[in-house]
């Protein structure tokens, strides 16, 4: 079983507007880039990806993901600016243009504690259901969706989008809340909170705690 994971990234200049109260436009963007690095690291890790579907028109994205053949290929298909949820639907179509008969994964590129064998764990689960879904720590936010080969629902990302999601038919998945694949970073507060961060993200993080 193969499976194509969507990631969207929204760029420069709005990358992770919610921090701006604490960070700064160059500190938001390079945490922003850092934290979708590492999940990509994290995707293109697990086994079962074949290829990787990144939604974005941020400038010079495709010299961080560097093809390599024990890797799975990343794509990038300009964002077509109709918000979050319009991003996610163009990119399943892309990653079902490239295969059609793959599962389609939706993944948020503000994870930086993703495990590779965390995502693998939830994919598994996930193939056992028409449409699978992974909750934020909270509860109320969504991480992850899952779409089986012929599979389509309206992405619903946003306020309240657990209940949403469940209320288009997506099957909640039970991961554990200290799972990487749960701890997205929204508010500052989330950011102090990161524990088990990537190389990328570590590496960001030190640069800004050592200008403080």
Not at 17 to 32: I, K, M, T
Not at 60 to 72: E, I, M, R, V
Not at 147 to 175: C, K, N, Y
């Amino acid at each position: 079983m193969s499976w194509r994971v969507v990631i969207p990234f929204k760029g420069a200049p709005s990358s992770k507007s919610r921090l701006a109260v604490r960070f700064d436009d160059l500190a938001r963007h390079a945490l922003a880039l850092a934290f979708l690095q590492d999940v990509v690291a994290a995707v293109r890790a697990t086994p079962e990806v074949a290829g990787v579907t990144l939604v974005s028109s941020e400038p010079g994205l495709g010299a961080l993901f560097a093809d390599a053949p024990d890797l799975a290929p990343v794509a990038i298909t300009p964002d077509p600016r109709h918000g979050l949820n319009g991003a996610i639907a163009h990119g399943i179509r892309a990653a079902r243009a490239a295969d059609s008969s793959a599962h389609v994964a939706v993944l948020l590129g503000d994870l930086p504690e993703l495990a590779a064998g965390e995502l693998a764990d939830a994919l598994g689960a996930a193939a056992r259901h028409p449409l699978a879904t992974v909750t934020d720590a909270a509860g109320t936010g969504t991480s992850l969706i899952t779409l089986a080969p012929g599979e389509f629902a309206e992405p619903q990302f946003g306020a309240s989008s657990a209940a949403a999601h469940a209320a288009a038919g997506f099957v909640r998945l039970d991961v554990a809340a200290e799972s990487g694949l749960r701890r997205d970073v929204d508010a500052p507060d989330d950011v102090d909170r990161i524990e088990r961060p990537g190389r990328h993200t570590a590496a960001v993080l030190s640069g800004l705690n050592a200008g403080l």
